[in-house]
């Protein structure tokens, strides 16, 4: 089993900065992507940042030149420095890990969320 968590987030006026940080853990062989999306109430869930095994980032049009995606020494963990944040990134950011299992093949995991929340 793999396990997702994330951390950071929280309340912050317009033009105001955070992080956020998830780590993937449990039995794999490796993880191929991971990635940042969020939900707006009444809104589907969108997108924000992912990052390959090979550095390869991809944003959505929105973040761009404010967001930043980062892995961590150990691979297994990623981040999301968010800057000049907005009122309409308020929303509930959700961590993903696309793993590889040696015999089950490629699945995703999903981390519980956390809530950012920018004041205007």
């Known amino acids: 089993q793999v396990q997702v968590v994330e951390s950071g987030g929280g309340l912050v006026q317009a033009g105001g900065s955070l992080s956020l940080s998830c780590a993937a853990s449990g039995s794999f062989f490796r993880i191929n992507v991971m990635g940042w999306y969020r939900q707006a109430p009444g809104k589907q869930r969108e997108m924000v940042a992912t990052?390959?095994?090979?550095?390869?980032?991809n944003y959505a049009d929105s973040v761009k030149d404010r967001f930043t995606i980062s892995r961590g020494n150990a691979k297994n963990t990623v981040y999301l420095q968010m800057n000049s944040l907005k009122p309409e990134d308020t929303a509930v950011y959700y961590c993903?890990?696309?793993?590889?299992?040696?015999?089950?093949?490629?699945?995703?995991?999903w981390g519980q969320g956390t809530q950012v929340t920018v004041s205007s």
């Open positions: 990052i390959t095994s090979g550095d390869n980032t």
């Open positions: 993903k890990s696309t793993v590889v299992h040696i015999v089950s093949g490629q699945y995703d995991y």
